[in-house]
């Protein structure tokens, strides 16, 4: 008997250890020596150069940058067929980071496109979530498909045993440096001028209105360092990626137009590399008029605390959730938190359906990206996001996505019933695992 009880102890501190630590280094604002648009070739060919560099060796600073364009699409039949388009006019290269593929019409159109253009010359390259993109269940077809038109895909093994390589020519790493935290990431560089980001994967349930969620596409200087991003993730999964000098020109053209929309590549890296969330919490707290937030799985303590004294200090504060989302027990710790965010003036409106976007609008700055407010996302997933310092943006922002999502919910209201209470107390205290 005791020795099962210490191989269990044993066995929740390597779990603690791996997964659910949560570690925070100053992230955010980023250093004087942060990579810049016009470094982020060099610096990515060095990264190459590194000899089997590990998954969270991507934590790289990236510096303030500039968007020339910026579009906002709100739900899967705006976003999917914009992408479609992009990826059927690429030219040179497709790079895609994505988390969910699910069997369905909108992942087949994707592979569809992503193996068509592949046939006909031009680069594709994929990195995927082994648990979210179901790689060896549902969607292997697919990805066995790809492979066979050229497209390279590797994986993030958030389940050990950890294969580093390309898809079907992988190999052992007896670091299990990906055990315990997906690859959340959702995102697209396309011929290295232009950039998505958003919350959606490839799955149906984004294109026929039971999830709701939100992609940006980007043009400019910003698109650069997304490329970055994308690259060095390639080879730390064991991607090929060639060092030489000058190399990898192709990949880095220099924008007709960088742009003068301030925009700000944000990542969070496991190991503490988080200026996702410290950016987050920064224009949060620097909020003096409007914050408005849309978020599915809003379950941290910290960022809770932060938009009750933000509405304290008479910010108009409006929170966008999900009646019920895909996730009872997060919806059940938010609203337990319902009295004292109404208590504090914050508007909570319930979206019917799944509300899966990640939006954070704090005056004129606005976060659009992969980062769910809850344990998994601020501190031990990867994740992605783009930060816009610009007026017309965040106001393009307010009216698309948090007022058209508004005018389709009911406001949220503190919960009555003793059952439901005691159920939403319990879920509260287990957030630091949601």
Known sequence: ?????????????????????????????PPDDAVTPEHAQ????????????????????????????????????????AMLMDIETANHSIHMHMFGVTEGDI?????????????????VRLIVDFYGAKVDGESKPYFDALAAAGVETVVNNVFPPDYDGLYGDQSLDWRMDEAGQSDHRKAMVVDGQ????????????????????????????????????????????????????????????????????????????????????????????ASTGRLDIMNP?????????????????GVEVRLVVSERSNNAAADAALKHQYPRLLAAGV?????????????????????????????????????????????????????DFVEANIALSRPGEVPTGIGERMKYWFWDKFVYFL
């Open 347 to 399: 508007e909570i409106w319930e979206y019917p359906v799944t509300m899966h976007a990640k939006v954070t609008i704090a005056d004129d700055a606005m976060i659009v990206g992969t980062i769910n407010y809850d344990a998994w996302a601020l501190y031990r997933n990867l994740e992605i996001a783009l930060l816009f310092e610009d007026t017309t943006v965040a106001d393009l922002g307010v009216s």
């Open 194 to 285: 232009i950039g998505w980001v958003g919350g959606a994967g490839l799955q149906d349930h984004f294109n026929a209105g039971s999830f709701r969620d939100v992609f940006v596409r980007v043009e400019g200087d910003v698109v650069r360092q997304m490329q970055a991003v994308f690259l060095t993730s390639f080879a730390s999964f064991g991607g090929p990626v060639s060092g030489a000098p000058d190399s990898l020109a192709p990949y880095f053209p220099a924008p007709r137009d960088p742009g003068t929309i301030h925009t700000s590549l944000l990542q969070n890296i496991p190991g503490g590399f988080v200026p996702a969330t410290q950016a987050s919490r920064a224009i949060i707290e």
């Open 107 to 123: 992942a087949q159109r994707f592979v569809d496109a992503l193996v068509t253009r592949s046939e006909a010359g031009v680069e």
């Open 1 to 29: 008997m005791y020795s099962l009880v210490a191989v269990l102890v044993v066995a929740y501190l390597l779990l603690w250890w791996v997964s659910l630590r949560i570690v925070e280094h100053p992230s955010w604002p």
């Open 42 to 81: 060099s610096v990515t060919e060095a990264f190459a150069r590194r000899s089997n560099p590990a998954r969270d060796d991507v934590a790289i600073p990236y510096a303030p940058s500039t968007a020339s364009d910026v579009q906002l699409f709100l739900d899967g039949p705006q976003f999917f067929p």
């Open 297 to 313: 799985y809003f379950t941290d303590p910290g960022m809770l605390d932060r938009i009750v004294v933000a509405a304290e200090r």
